[in-house]
């Protein structure tokens, strides 16, 4: 008997900061988003996230050092990694495989998380799809252990009124085998033909694989610059109680934003390489 597909939504969004977590966690803050305290985890990365709903975002970075995360020194600042939700590991690694989809075997690791009566340890087990088969970045699963100590009321509150995540956008110049992958993953009826490529239905959000000018129809120049790579992740769409609540954020952090398409976008060179997106 075949073993069960994931069903894809999505568990979390990360943005590279490399070695400068300090300033990408100032960026952050200006934009809006409330923060949680620096975790560090035991693979040797470390990070802050704005939690929202039932996702949320990740920045992550490696201290001066460090040696054993050398992929976040290799990519550029900006999205880099888009985090499916899963409930066992060990049945996803098997469900993809069998699917033909590249991945690692699944890993565990926690984090130490600070609340106010005490230290106690977040953790996690993911499943990688193998480096390389997304040219664009990391795609990967995560099941929490401790689902308690990342989604708390004390972090999910946001100046700029972020809920959620809405959408995410990879440009390629082929949008086609990209989509091919996701399929293997999570199965026909999950990808969808739009104009400029392919769309993946991720719970009530989604992921768009389109070309370059699909993407600048969604972001308009805020894109960051492609610096000769055929694919890349362009950025996100959130989703915010009020459009004013968020341009009163931005203004009061100092953040440029331009309205287009019926959302606010601020550039990717304002917001540490990823284009941001905000709809109500």
């Given at each position: 008997?075949?073993?069960v597909?994931?069903?894809?939504?999505?568990?979390h969004?990360?943005?590279?900061?490399?070695?400068r977590?300090?300033?990408?966690?100032?960026?952050y803050?200006?934009?809006?988003?409330t923060?949680?305290p620096?975790?560090y985890?035991?693979?040797?990365?470390?990070?802050?996230?704005?939690?929202?709903?039932?996702?949320?975002?990740?920045?992550?970075?490696?201290?001066?050092?460090?040696?054993?995360?050398?992929e976040?020194?290799?990519?550029?600042?900006?999205l880099?990694?888009?985090?499916?939700?899963?409930e066992?590991a060990?049945?996803?690694?098997a469900a993809?495989?069998?699917?033909?989809?590249?991945v690692?075997?699944?890993?565990q690791?926690s984090?130490p998380?600070?609340?106010?009566?005490g230290?106690?340890?977040?953790?996690?087990?993911?499943?990688?799809?193998?480096?390389?088969s997304v040219p664009a970045g990391?795609v990967?699963?995560?099941?929490?252990?401790?689902?308690?100590?990342?989604?708390?009321?004390?972090?999910?509150?946001?100046?700029?009124?972020?809920v959620?995540?809405?959408?995410?956008?990879?440009?390629?110049?082929?949008?086609?085998?990209?989509a091919?992958l996701?399929?293997?993953?999570?199965?026909?009826?999950?990808?969808?033909?739009?104009?400029?490529?392919?769309?993946?239905?991720v719970?009530l959000?989604?992921?768009?694989?389109?070309?370059?000018?699909?993407?600048?129809?969604?972001?308009?120049?805020?894109?960051?610059?492609?610096?000769?790579?055929?694919?890349?992740?362009?950025?996100?769409?959130?989703?915010?109680t009020?459009?004013?609540?968020?341009?009163?954020?931005?203004?009061?952090?100092?953040i440029?934003?331009?309205?287009h398409?019926?959302?606010?976008?601020?550039?990717?060179?304002a917001?540490?390489?990823?284009?941001?997106?905000?709809?109500?």
């Amino acid at each position: 008997m075949s073993l069960v597909l994931p069903v894809p939504t999505f568990d979390h969004v990360v943005v590279n900061a490399r070695d400068r977590l300090d300033d990408a966690a100032d960026t952050y803050r200006r934009l809006g988003f409330t923060l949680t305290p620096r975790g560090y985890h035991t693979l040797g990365s470390m990070n802050h996230l704005a939690i929202f709903g039932t996702d949320y975002l990740e920045l992550i970075a490696v201290p001066p050092g460090e040696t054993r995360r050398p992929e976040v020194m290799a990519a550029p600042n900006g999205l880099n990694g888009l985090v499916f939700a899963m409930e066992d590991a060990a049945g996803t690694e098997a469900a993809l495989r069998e699917a033909g989809v590249p991945v690692s075997p699944f890993m565990q690791f926690s984090r130490p998380v600070e609340l106010a009566n005490g230290s106690e340890d977040a953790a996690f087990r993911t499943v990688h799809l193998e480096p390389g088969s997304v040219p664009a970045g990391r795609v990967y699963f995560c099941q929490h252990l401790t689902r308690r100590l990342v989604w708390r009321d004390e972090w999910r509150h946001h100046a700029n009124g972020t809920v959620g995540v809405a959408g995410a956008v990879i440009a390629a110049a082929d949008p086609q085998p990209l989509a091919a992958l996701f399929r293997r993953m999570f199965g026909d009826d999950a990808v969808h033909p739009v104009a400029g490529g392919h769309r993946v239905v991720v719970g009530l959000a989604h992921l768009d694989l389109v070309t370059e000018a699909a993407a600048r129809d969604v972001f308009g120049t805020a894109l960051p610059d492609a610096a000769g790579r055929e694919s890349f992740m362009v950025g996100l769409i959130l989703r915010t109680t009020s459009l004013d609540r968020a341009a009163a954020a931005f203004k009061a952090g100092g953040i440029d934003a331009a309205s287009h398409a019926g959302r606010l976008v601020v550039p990717a060179e304002a917001a540490f390489g990823a284009a941001l997106a905000f709809q109500a």
